[in-house]
């Protein structure tokens, strides 16, 4: 088995782990699953740099097909769906998938520009993206009868589904109402002034009193 093809299998297998992270790392976010366990920015940094090293893992990917002379890509095949000689509809799936990626991994850098709910929109292409790739991946992959790639498809396969199920569930329930704030006690009334006069007068009168006392003795 010659180094080219090890790389091309192992850059694969790489995009698709990275792109499979990924969507369950973007849809940790947007559960909240995760609360407050992490500072956002941390976890926001992680989900892009797992974008990043997908995009660069499919790029290593499809330079190592072009210059493996067993089945010869040419660019048309690589960069137009339906171009290739070989499994022409899995190797479709797999250029969507890149040009997907490449437009969701580019939206973290024109974000200020586009808009938070424009940047929202795109980010909906990474459920197409993963299905993409995960298709590319069972009919064109070599490795799809391993059975720890198996396993790995199915892993990740279960928590994008589950993990999407959440959302869905959490935008389709009515927001909680929150509770009304608890009326303050109201404040004693003063006494009237009346009484306190009276109160007044009486402790002046007592005052006085004393003081007699004391001079008579």
Known sequence: MSIEWLVIRGSGLAAFGLLALASVWGLFLSTGILGRAVKAKSLNWFHESLSIGALLATIIHMV???????VEFGLKDLLVPGSSTFEPVAVAWGIMAFYALFI???SFYVKKWIGQSTWRVLHFLAFGTFLAALLHGIVAGTDSGNPYVVVGYAVTVVLVVFLTVVRWLQAAAPPERKRAPRPK???RPSPEPAKDAAAA???ETSAGARGEDQAVA
């Open 185 to 187: 006690p109201a404040a």
């Open 201 to 203: 007068a009486s402790a």
């Open 64 to 70: 190592a097909l072009a210059n493996h002379d067993y």
């Open 104 to 106: 969701i991994t580019a």
